[in-house]
């Protein structure tokens, strides 16, 4: 069964950048217009604009349907490219995802219907007017043995597509059926000296943390401080909407919403309230 068609007129399709927004497009490594890494893979092409998606335009507010049902993994702001942004999976390893929306209407964890509505088309982040840029990445395994998350043409898995018969775009068997979002819950850190960070993957360094806590020793300045500009955001009592546990093999985490983003923080660094 193929994926669902996002709303609106295509403005850019997967592929090499067009002229008036290359400079905004990142390097990748690609294998014609089919998939894309950002890094070298086997029989891939280096392009230094490389378009990893295919943008739809519309009117401000049109809704954004879940192209299959799955579980939402990521939802809210992201960062100044992507705006506000939903991932979705439908099965591990296989996701499909929004960027520049206008209104997120779902939260992580929660279980999608296909075609329900998770966001509404915005022009947040770095976007030129009204649109969103859809995309899908598979996990899989190469010819060379290494295991990348590659970034694929949306088109193909569509209904005409070339792949739009491709079993990994299928629910489990079962399906998943919607469900309201979890109770929700709070999270507030322990002390001081804790990182918050934007992804659960300690491999990336510290690129990936957002916060950090300064050590409470009673003064006006404990908080919670902003790596970028070390700006204070919040008070070490700062209560984080608890959205799930999430495990990975750098240990047991706990996925939150706080300061308008989705963000990780070790698990035994937090106590519920």
Not at 2 to 12: M, N, S
Not at 42 to 53: I, V
Not at 109 to 130: I, L, N
């Given at each position: ?9 295509i ?14 497009e ?19 092409a ?11 335009s ?12 799955a ?7 992201a ?35 296909r075609?329900q509505t ?11 007017g ?10 899989e ?11 694929y ?24 059926t ?8 709070h ?7 804790i990182n918050?960070r934007?992804?659960?993957?300690l491999d990336v ?27 204070r ?9 608890y ?31």
């Amino acid at each position: 069964m193929a994926l669902l068609t996002p709303p609106g007129i295509i403005t850019q399709r997967f592929g090499i950048a067009v002229p008036a927004v290359a400079l905004r497009e990142p390097a990748m490594w690609y294998e014609g217009t089919k998939r894309a890494y950002w890094l070298r893979f086997p029989g891939s092409a280096y392009s230094a604009h490389y378009h990893g998606g295919v943008d739809y335009s519309a009117p401000l507010g049109t809704p954004l349907p879940a192209l299959e049902a799955a579980t939402v993994i990521e939802a809210g702001y992201a960062n100044s490219i992507s705006g506000y942004h939903v991932v979705c999976e439908i099965r591990p390893g296989v996701r499909f995802g929004f960027n520049h929306g206008q209104k997120v209407l779902v939260r992580p964890g929660q279980k999608v219907g296909r075609g329900q509505t998770v966001m509404t088309m915005g022009q947040s982040g770095s976007a030129t007017g009204p649109n969103t840029h859809a995309y899908l990445s598979i996990k899989e395994k190469l010819s060379d043995g290494v295991t990348r998350t590659m970034i694929y043409n949306l088109a193909l898995f569509l209904a005409g597509g070339s792949m739009a018969n491709d079993p990994r775009i299928k629910p489990i068997v079962g399906g998943i059926t919607p469900t309201p979002p979890p109770t929700a819950k709070h999270v507030v850190l322990n002390g001081g000296g804790i990182n918050i960070r934007t992804s659960a993957d300690l491999d990336v360094g510290t690129t990936n943390i957002y916060a950090t806590s300064r050590d409470a020793d009673g003064t006006i300045n404990d908080g919670i401080y902003a790596r970028s500009n070390g700006g204070r955001l919040g008070a070490l009592t700062y209560q984080f909407l608890y959205l799930r546990d999430v495990v990975t093999d750098d240990g047991a985490w706990v996925q939150v919403m706080g300061f308008s983003k989705t963000l990780y923080i070790f698990k035994s660094l937090v106590h519920f309230v």
